[in-house]
């Protein structure tokens, strides 16, 4: 063992697209290319009706289970990567067809607000768990 400051760790590599598919995006998955998420709403009507997904009930949770395996595996004092985070408003952008959102952050700011705080209370959740 080399005399350094490592610290063993476990990545779980993920995709940007995991947040859109948690709030019920579809995703394209390219042979050549990182999965993406596809826009799942166009208008701030469409917007307001999209519910807070449970934890348990997307692949994050899939994620903890992997990362808690993955630990016993090699001795539990693993640090474990988190996947790509995003910021709320760019997961806003990948729910919502950017085209739309450009034109509801000046028209409906409050139905843009409070799309980004629900994709800020599940990141939260997510983070907590």
Not at 16 to 34: K, L, Q
Not at 35 to 64: G, H, M, R, V
Not at 94 to 102: A, E, N, R
Request: aromatic content about 10%.
């Amino acid at each position: 063992m080399l005399n350094d400051d490592y610290l063993p760790c476990i990545e779980i590599a993920t995709g940007t697209e995991i947040f859109g598919e948690a709030f019920g995006c579809s995703v394209y998955r390219p042979s050549d290319n990182m999965p993406f998420a596809i826009p799942l709403i166009k208008t701030s009507s469409e917007a307001i009706k999209i519910k807070i997904p449970k934890l348990e009930d997307t692949k994050f949770w899939n994620l903890l289970e992997i990362a808690e395996k993955s630990r016993a595996l090699v001795g539990g004092n693993a640090l474990v990567k988190l996947p790509d985070m995003q910021c709320p408003m760019d997961i806003v952008a990948t729910i919502w067809d950017k085209t739309d959102l450009f034109v509801a952050m000046y028209e409906e700011p409050e139905a843009v607000k409070e799309l980004c705080n629900k994709v800020s209370q599940f990141v939260s959740s997510f983070l907590d768990e």
